[in-house]
């Protein structure tokens, strides 16, 4: 699986962004999940979601901030990350994953390819 992550970018704190993680290759059944990480953290589990798009799954913190969504076509997959109200601690390089065993969630050992992040600046 090939993903590719962008849509970040310089925000001011309370505004939105939206990233899109674009899969291709061996996308049928797997799970895509974004995760996060800055110099100063480990990894950080953001949100994931099933291959049928059902049972997305957040971090308590971006829980009411961010939303995940998915489309599948049959050439590639694209996953969205909606994030909104955003905050000075989100920034970060945000990362996506694919878990062909399609099981999803935090855990990053699960997923089996990774693509490149994108930088999220939020300034105060």
């Known amino acids: 699986v090939q993903l590719q992550a962008s849509g970040g970018g310089l925000v001011q704190a309370g505004d939105s962004l939206r990233l899109s993680c674009t899969a291709s290759?061996?996308?049928?059944?797997?799970?895509i999940g974004w995760f996060r990480q800055t110099p100063a953290k480990e990894r950080e589990f953001v949100s994931s979601?099933?291959?049928?798009?059902?049972?997305?799954?957040?971090a308590d913190s971006v829980k009411g901030r961010f939303t995940i969504a998915r489309h599948n076509s049959d050439t590639q997959n694209t996953v969205i990350l909606q994030m909104n109200s955003l905050k000075p601690e989100d920034t970060a390089i945000y990362y996506c994953?694919?878990?062909?065993?399609?099981?999803?969630?935090?855990?990053?050992?699960?997923?089996?390819?990774w693509g490149r992040g994108t930088l999220v600046t939020v300034s105060s």
């Open positions: 994953a694919a878990d062909s065993s399609n099981w999803g969630g935090a855990d990053y050992r699960k997923y089996d390819s």
């Open positions: 290759g061996r996308t049928f059944s797997t799970a």
């Open positions: 979601i099933l291959w049928s798009g059902n049972e997305p799954s957040y």
